[in-house]
């Protein structure tokens, strides 16, 4: 005959013993005197009870709190030894009730009744306390709550990260070119094809990204962010793809998902495409091909449903051709391609850009009705922004940092945009607007020096093709410090 209790822990088979949901031993293995004693030193109160209710047993330590004796409690019904026992209940119904809230001398417990089973017929019920009391909950609520606030801080990060911030609403713009490109991006969003997305930096990359996701099937599933130019080469591939337990020296205990394990389903963002080492190329273009990942240190494959999205400022023709990225790599994601204008070629649109960056700086600093004086756009007009929107931004945020009234003017903006001449298009003959001023007051030794940082780091990311890393190495400053500058001067 075969005895079976039917709960949240699924069938327990008469030869073993469970306590707590845990298998613990084999019956066959443990002398039988031991059982009475296992049972009355566990953690959890037991009874069990027949089809009409009797009680068949209960352990030691529930008749210490019920103030009565195992013999005493033996063969009575369990709604006069129990307090508001549903134990009679379960023998009917056949339902398991977990986690009750159960009233035993004043006290609130959390009991968990089982049905059980014999050869498919119910014969009785099993029933437990978790919590003997409100004290023993709390300690409990107290060791488990800051795990639980913990998770659910991490847990709403990563949903805050991983959703898209903006639509095509938020693309401004009526330039031709720009246009063209926004509703190439708003045709294909639906589509599962890897999109890439071509301009300089600043120009709004990320932007469509989010657009397109948020436009896309996939919406409802995380849009995963990665900027292959910022991370160390030798992290990229378990960030991308992931590492198991032990895998090296300080992986995580469990391992890690990596960034495609996130995005299932979803998308994945892969911005700076183009800074990406050869030997991750290769790797990569396996998850493209196959759809499927291993990671770090792993020996199964992992199946993935990931679109992908990548952009660079770089020219990744020139590159193929140099052979400085994969040829097959290129083709598998230049299956789209959206190229987004530069803010010089759009200048059209450089007003209405402005008004939207102005409302953005008004709810960040509580800076109610900003404007820009004519002199003011202008100028702005005259200038060839190679930080594109990044650095239209940045100028605006300094003006709204050292402004009095609710009117930007000329003396707000930075120097080098102070004296401009008929739309200067070097960075080195925009340089003059160091020497003297409109009031010809002199310069601050602060600014002449900014502008001579800003310069040189312009030529130097010139001279590596855009490669930051080789950059800083030139001007022999730290990559900490060269990304710091180049934030703060609006280069990317």
Known sequence: ?????????????????????????????????????????????????????????????????????????????????????????????????????????????????????????????????????????????????PLLEELNYYKKKLEHESESKYSFQDLIGDNERFLLAKQLAERVANSKSAVLLLGESGTGKELFAHAIHQASSRCFFPLVRVNCASIPQQLLESELFGYEEGAFTGARRGGKKGKFELAHRGTIFLDEVGDMPLQMQSKLLRVVQEKELERVGGQKTIDIDVRIIAATHRNLEEMVEKGEFRKDLYYRLNVIK???????????????????????????????????????????????????????????????????????????????????????????KESKGLVMTEKDEVPSLKDVVAQAEKEAIVKALKSTNGNKQQAAKLLEIGKTSFYDKCKRYGID
Request: net charge negative; hydrophobic share 40%; aromatic share 8%.
């Open 338 to 428: 959206v190229d987004i204008p530069p803010l010089r070629d759009r200048k059209e649109d450089l007003p209405e850009i402005a008004y939207v960056l102005l409302k953005k700086l008004e709810r960040h600093f509580h800076r109610p009705n900003l404007k820009l004086s004519n002199e003011v756009l202008q100028q702005l007009q005259k200038h060839s922004w190679p930080g594109n929107i990044r650095e239209l931004e940045n100028v605006l945020e300094r003006a709204v940092n050292i402004l009095d009234g609710q009117t930007i003017l000329l003396s707000h903006l930075p120097l080098y945009l102070q004296d401009l001449e008929g739309g200067i298009q070097d960075i080195k």
């Open 1 to 145: 005959m075969k005895t079976i209790v039917q709960g949240e822990f699924g069938i327990i088979d008469s030869r073993s013993v469970y306590i707590g949901g845990a298998m613990v031993a084999n019956k066959n293995r443990i002398p039988d005197k031991w059982f009475e004693e296992i049972l009355n030193v566990a953690t959890e109160w037991i009874v069990v009870v027949n089809v009409q209710g009797e009680i068949l047993y209960i352990n030691k330590a529930y008749c210490e709190f019920l103030h009565t004796t195992v013999e005493q409690a033996i063969g009575r019904s369990v709604q006069e030894v129990i307090e508001n026992s549903r134990m009679h209940i379960v023998t009917q119904t056949g339902q398991a009730e977990v986690a009750s809230i159960h009233f035993i001398k004043g006290n609130e417990m959390i009991a968990n009744r089982y049905p059980l089973y014999v050869d498919n017929e119910l014969v009785g019920a099993v029933g437990t306390v978790m919590f003997r009391n409100a004290k023993d909950w709390l300690a409990y609520s107290e060791k488990i709550q």
